[in-house]
């Protein structure tokens, strides 16, 4: 079961990873719609469990609530449903790193923004960093729309950077700079 909430937004609620969540998070991972785009090979309990465990890194379950019941861990399990997952990588020592995913039951549907945008909120709160980084493939035209629809700009691309489902793709770094991120939150608001 996810663990305490941390936010909230409209339609999503983002919650501690727990033991618990490591059977969604395999069988997300092992599913060829999600973890072939992602270029990630698959997870078994051993791996995701130091994967989770990383204290490098933050990592957010993404859930939709039937019924949000404050901020301690519901008593209901069967009220949450985790959709997706989303990462902060390297906080602690350099400019954090976004890595993100969803369902592919889910896509289209915006639970990728606003799980994304409340994540970029949590990071700036939490770090004193002045940016924050994500990455996409060139070929996910959702993952960069989205970093884009945000204010990410492209900072730079790495030529066939990955082996994804079977060829090389490149990647195409993103970053959002604090104040870039304040007057965009700012037009969102109004």
Known sequence: MPGARITSGDRVTLRTVESEDRDFLQRAYA???????LGSPLLNQTDLKEWTDDENADRFLVCLEADPLGPEQPDDADSLRPIGL??????????????????????GEGYGSEAVSLVVDYVF??????????????????SWGLLESLGFDEE???????????????????GLLREHWDLERDRFDS
Do not use: K
């Not at 602690?92 to 976004?98: Q, T």
């Not at 709160?125 to 959702?142: E, I, L, M, Q, S």
């Not at 730079?156 to 993103?174: A, C, H, K």
């Open 31 to 37: 599913n060829p719609e999600l973890r072939y785009p």
């Open 125 to 142: 709160r939490t770090y004193d960093t002045p940016a924050v980084g994500a990455a996409a493939y060139d070929f996910n035209d959702a």
């Open 156 to 174: 730079g691309r790495i030529r066939r950077d990955r082996f994804v489902d079977g060829e090389y793709v490149d990647t195409i770094q993103y």
């Open 86 to 107: 989303v990462s902060v990588e390297d906080a602690d020592w350099r400019r954090p790193e976004l890595v993100y995913w969803l369902v592919p039951a889910v896509h």
